[in-house]
Nanobody, 121 residues
C-alpha cells in the first residue's frame, strides 16, 4: 500500500490550493483519512479528518477556509484550501487507515510523503 500526495506549491495570501492524496495497492477498505501539517520548528498537527461515514473535523485555525473530502471510488482524499494565510505555510501530509488484502484485514495507519505549501504575504 502506498500514498501519493500532490497539489502543493507557492501561492499568495488569499489564494487557493487543492491537495490530493491517492492510496494504491492491495486495498480492501479505507477507514479514516486525514491531513496533517508541520511548519518549520513546530510539531506536526492534525488539520482535518474525514471518517468513512463522511463525518469531518477541523483544527480551529482552518475552519471555514479548508474543506476535506474523499472519493472512495478513487481511494483519494482531498483538501481544498481557500483564503490561505502565511501561517498556513507547512509541509502537508496525508494519513490514512487502510485495511489491506493481507489476510488479516486489520486497519493499519499509513503516511504520505508530504507536499509543501508556501503562502507568501
Amino acid at each position: 500500500v502506498q500514498l501519493q500526495a500532490s497539489g502543493g506549491g507557492l501561492v499568495q495570501a488569499g489564494g487557493s490550493l487543492r491537495l490530493s492524496c491517492a492510496a494504491s495497492g492491495s486495498i480492501f477498505s479505507i477507514d479514516a483519512m486525514a491531513w496533517y501539517r508541520q511548519a518549520p520548528g513546530k510539531q506536526r498537527e492534525l488539520v482535518a479528518r474525514i471518517t468513512s461515514g463522511i463525518s469531518t473535523n477541523y483544527v480551529d485555525s482552518v475552519k471555514g477556509r479548508f474543506t476535506i473530502s474523499r472519493d472512495n471510488a478513487k481511494n483519494t482524499v482531498y483538501l481544498q484550501m481557500n483564503s490561505l494565510k502565511p501561517e498556513d505555510t507547512a509541509v502537508y501530509y496525508c494519513n490514512v487507515d487502510i485495511r489491506a488484502h493481507d489476510g488479516t484485514f486489520v486497519a493499519r495507519n499509513y503516511w504520505g510523503q508530504g507536499t509543501e505549501v508556501t503562502v507568501s504575504s
